[in-house]
């Protein structure tokens, strides 16, 4: 420091000094979560980054074994019920005393709900109706129908939490379902005396994969669902894993059979559907009278897939009513619960023919927005007091899907003749055209050596002589050599 003596030095002073750092009143943050399983009963298990294990009860106990802290907490479990009561035990099995924590329960004078804070921020709803729905702290809810409160292993069981699909667990059935946000399901179907276990994923537009215990798998694609001729075996993909080998059979009873051993074998059933009479026939419950072609008519041929496509790219697909009709009966069912519409007008070329215009909603922003709605709705939302959350909420408009099919009658048996005459004229007018054309080609039919003295000759007439121009009396000019 600055001297104030006259005449003296400055004299500098330093000094150094220790910090030392003082607890810190925040509190440490929760270890994250690395996984969490949903048990058919309906219990939540999640386990922690710290290596810590909770067990979050339909009930609302909570069973807690925390990896670190004082003995005897450490590496034991520490059970706390609805009423605040603890208890610890060890390992080894020995039971020691924990400090409860503090209750208070409520009734709601208008829906005559029992709510229920505990003092570790557990919250528990007991319904007039017998139900009951149990909030922790994690966000966690379980929500128990009045039969699953009642009986334990019968009722429904809904599990959710933010950032985790929801789960539904049947008891009586022993079935666990999870509901994407695609609309898709994955249904666990457990084993029971009788029934193999089997996992099932159902995609929204009705196609369904299911693997057994055994290791068999199935797919059932979406024309199946909304086809009423079903009967769960035709147009079914089944598939034996351990063995390698994948057998398919269609409505007309062809079999498919591939294998990773021994190949791949078709079973055609020869039967031909382009005919009018089969549709009508089916669709009035009469047995055709039509047999199977014979599988030597080199005349009969599966029904090809006919594309109509133009110069600039852009094309149709003429299809049989078979093809379709899974397709409108999915329509129908949604115009029926008006989320789709259907235009029906004339076709002005063809009189007999009809334009079928469907417009329909986006199934998958649909069920988001039905999920959204029921969350809106539930007792965590309505009746909990929570923290405030910022939620997305969901678009007001959906995504309209749009396609347009145009009908015809199919063709008569005497059309069919016709049709099948006219395509022969045709076929018989290309080859004449062809044969024509090769008639008319001409060839060099002179040798190498011919064509040689042929080109010297036309050089030595080409030879340029002189040639004097005269004029005549009409004023043309001549040229003479």
């Not at 999915?330 to 008006?338: I, K, L, P, S, Y």
Request: charged fraction near 25%; proline fraction near 5%; glycine fraction near 8%.
């Amino acid at each position: 420091m600055p001297g104030t003596a006259e005449g003296s030095a400055d004299l500098a002073v330093t000094f150094s000094y220790t910090l030392v750092d003082t607890p810190s009143l925040k509190p440490a943050p929760p270890p994250a979560e690395v996984c969490r399983v949903v048990l058919e009963t309906g219990v939540v298990v999640c386990r922690y980054a710290d290596g810590s294990v909770k067990a979050l009860l339909r009930d609302g106990n909570l069973c807690e074994r925390a990896a670190s802290g004082e003995d005897p907490l450490r590496d034991s479990w520490v059970v706390t019920n609805s009423n605040g009561l603890r208890v610890g035990t060890t390992d080894s099995g020995d039971d020691f005393y924990v400090a409860p924590v503090a209750v208070s329960s409520s009734t709601d004078p208008v829906t005559h709900h029992v709510m229920t804070t505990r003092a570790d921020g557990t919250l528990v709803i007991s319904r007039a109706d017998g139900s009951r729905l149990v909030q922790f702290t994690d966000g966690t809810s379980i929500d128990s129908s009045a039969e699953a409160v009642k009986f334990g292993d019968r009722g429904e069981v809904n599990v959710s939490r933010e950032g985790y699909p929801p789960v539904k667990v049947y008891l009586k059935a022993m079935e666990v379902e999870v509901e994407g946000l695609d609309g898709t399901i994955l249904k666990a179907e457990l084993q029971k005396p009788g029934h193999q276990g089997c996992v099932k994923l159902n995609h929204l537009d009705g196609s369904v994969l299911k693997l057994s215990s055994v290791g068999k798998l199935a797919l059932f694609p979406a024309a199946l669902a909304w086809g009423s001729e079903s009967d769960g075996k035709l147009g079914v993909y089944s598939m034996d894993l351990a063995e390698g080998k994948l057998v398919t059979k269609d409505h007309s009873g062809s079999t498919f059979t591939a294998s990773v051993l021994e190949g791949h074998t078709i079973d055609l059933v020869l039967k031909d559907d382009l005919a009018g009479e089969l549709e009508a026939a089916a669709a009035e419950g009469v047995a055709s009278d039509s047999s199977p072609q014979e599988e030597e008519n080199a005349d009969w041929s599966h029904p090809p897939r006919l594309f109509v496509t133009r110069p600039d790219g852009s094309g149709v697909e003429l299809l049989r009513a078979a093809d379709v009709r899974g397709f409108i009966r999915q329509r129908e069912a949604e115009v029926e619960g008006g989320t789709a519409m259907l235009l029906r007008e004339p076709l002005p070329a063809e009189p007999s023919a009809e334009v079928y215009t469907y417009v329909w909603r986006d199934w998958m922003q649909m069920h988001i927005s039905a999920l959204e709605a029921d969350r809106q709705e539930s007792d965590a939302i309505t009746l909990l007091g929570f923290m405030p959350n910022v939620v997305a909420s969901p678009p007001e408009s959906t995504i309209l899907h749009f396609r347009r099919l145009l009908r015809r009658e199919a063709l008569s048996e005497s059309n069919r003749e016709k049709l099948n005459v006219e395509i022969a004229n045709m076929n018989s007018y290309r080859e004449q055209e062809e044969q024509k054309a090769h008639e008319l080609h001409v060839g060099d039919v002179r040798t190498a050596e011919e064509v040689a003295v042929e080109a010297e000759l036309a050089k030595e007439m080409l030879k340029i002589f002189p040639m004097t121009a005269l004029v005549g009396a009409d004023g043309r000019t001549f040229l003479s050599s």
